[in-house]
């Protein structure tokens, strides 16, 4: 990770008043990866389980790099100015804390099982419409993510949007503490890194900890989740759902074409999608812009200019053929989606699902697996490729199926995917951001 701060006078102050040490040369960015590190950047050397950035400060250093954060000196850097603390990851989390505390404006904490980019995403395209937004770019949502989103925030900014990832518990306590959110939005629960939570009730549990640590603003809470329709808050809420009763109330009916029509409090809202779970994204994302005072028709215009991030639902043509890449990650719920959005898509052709294994589920991967087989029966799919350890176990579900293999590499099933496809397919690309599924799309249509 590495960023490029806005203001690195300003920084420099809030670090020294932080770990009271004063920078030697000016910082002008921060690095978490040598290899990204350039000329003038604060390095940070993390430990982590399988690497040591400590062992790579020389290549820092030979990059420009100005300064490091470190655990421990390293007595052969002479020349370079090396500043020791307990934890670089905490420190920096402090110093963010500090640069966050400059700015008296909303910021919404966003976190969730499922759909949180793409939330996060459409609340800022739509708030951007009348304010400028900050908001978490790519993958920053861990905690090291998260403090270099903060220290690129600025005072022009009328809203920070912060994206909040939880691989094991105390993730999104710790992440509170940095951003100190006044807002919150939890987009789903649902099975997700159960081999660092153990059960769905523990993610719940560790999600539930946003609403907890919102100050003056607005828990925005999903009221269709079982779950967290049950969670509480100390500040004020404000609710949405595909049910009565809520104040962002929605209903949805699907055209001609596969397109889904949602009805928001009697607002009509085309979403120019078939993908159900993407309609519920918008519902999250215009209960957020209309409680800032976003109008209707500015929610629905944009809506229509919103272009999906890379990997996530993406609808994309090769010539005759169409594709959904849905690559970027995958658990159970959001696969179960993504089937069911393949099954309704309009085609005059086969319905293709290309898998890869879901990951972090620890003991209830076998279940899971299982379960997206016979998905993968009930609506009927004309064919199933899968590759990995795991979906060797939904490939054993689909005996009934009209045409299913599994693979050990993505290569030989790119082969073999390349030579079954025709005119007219559509295809779903689906798996755990360890599959690096998106390899198969690029190799089968050259991309």
Known sequence: MRITLPEPKQFSKVFKTVTNTSFVKTVTGISTDSRQCIEGDLYIAIKGE???????????????????????????????????????????????????????????????????????????????????????????????????????????????IIEMGANQPGDIKTLCQIIEPTDGLITNIAPAHLEGFGSIDKIAEEKAELFTHLTNGTAFINISDEWISTFTTNTKSITYGCTTGCDFSADYYRESDGNIILIINANKINTNSQNIIFAKNILAASAVANSFEIDWNTIQERVLSFTPTYGRSVIAKYDKITVIDDTYNANYISTIAAIEHLSLYPTKGRRIFVFGDMAELGNSSKKFHEKIGEKCLENNLDAVFTVGTQTVITDNILNTLKYHKHYDSKEQLSKELTNFIQNDDIILFKGSRSMEMEKIIQEVFKK
């Open 50 to 160: 399988n690497v040591d950035g400590h062992q790579f400060i020389k290549d820092a250093q030979s990059a420009g790099t100005v300064a490091t954060l470190v655990a421990k000196s390293t007595e052969a850097i002479n020349d370079m100015q090396q500043i020791e603390v307990e934890n670089p990851v905490k420190t920096i989390g402090e110093v963010a804390n500090a640069w966050r505390k400059r700015f008296d404006v909303p910021i919404i904490g966003i976190t969730g099982s499922n759909g949180k980019t793409t939330t996060k995403d459409l609340i800022k395209h739509i708030l951007n419409s009348n304010y400028d937004v900050h908001a978490t770019k790519g993958n920053f949502n861990t905690s090291i993510g998260v403090p270099l989103t903060l220290l690129q925030m600025q005072g022009n900014h009328n809203f920070s």
